[in-house]
T-cell receptor, first 114, second 110 residues
């Protein structure tokens, strides 16, 4: 079965612009979480959605937002982009809000802010 | 800052054994997970320890000691394809958030 799909894979924006990233989870998975990955910082948790509801949110400014649709697909949006937002944004899915941490990741959307 | 601490880099030769430690300050969590990420690729799930003790999956083993706030991933019979970054992660029980370590880059030399 198809894995987690993220689009676009690469994008370049300039400061002040906004960006929307998309994530299609594995079929049957209802939980989607988002992470920001930068060198040396590991994966920083952004948000987690389950059944269209945000269940959890990381420590990021309000410029970072997200949503989940009825088909479990999710989008995240970053407004008023800053240079420091340049990162790999990873999406992960699971069947439910798993305690096991067994997440299935997409290959990410690499954002460069100039 | 990170509540999970891992060494940043480890280098070893093919066939060797590598242990990646993960120490944490999180007061409560549901279990310790490990993920592998090759350069440019997606992180993939390796193992999960809900209880103290050793879990073995082929060449990889993972260990957890809640009393010592410590866990590790053991990579045995290292192969070149094991060159990757390895992350430990927990789901905290107080806020249910997923927290990852900064990752350990393992380089396997011939």
């Amino acid at each position: 079965k198809a894995g987690v799909t993220q689009t676009p894979r690469y994008l370049i924006k300039t400061r002040g612009q906004q960006v929307t990233l998309s994530c299609s989870p594995i079929s049957g998975h209802r939980s989607v979480s988002w992470y920001q990955q930068t060198p040396g910082q590991g994966l920083q948790f952004l948000f987690e959605y389950f059944s269209e509801t945000q269940r959890n949110k990381g420590n990021f400014p309000g410029r970072f937002s997200g949503r989940q649709f009825s088909n479990s697909r999710s989008e995240m949006n970053v407004s008023t982009l800053e240079l420091g937002d340049s990162a790999l944004y990873l999406c992960a899915s699971s069947k439910g809000l798993t305690n096991t941490g067994e997440l299935f990741f997409g290959e990410g959307s690499r954002l460069t802010v100039l | 800052g990170q509540s999970l601490e891992q060494p940043s880099e480890v280098t070893a030769v093919e066939g060797a054994i590598v242990q990646i430690n993960c120490t944490y300050q999180t007061s409560g969590f549901y279990g310790l997970s490990w993920y592998q990420q090759h350069d440019g690729g997606a992180p993939t799930f390796l193992s999960y320890n809900a209880l103290d003790g050793l879990e073995e999956t082929g060449r990889f083993s993972s260990f957890l000691s809640r009393s010592d706030s410590y866990g590790y991933l053991l990579l045995q019979e290292l192969q070149m394809k094991d060159s990757a970054s390895y992350f430990c992660a927990v789901r905290r029980s107080n806020d249910y958030k997923l927290s990852f370590g900064a990752g350990t880059t393992v380089t396997v030399r011939a």
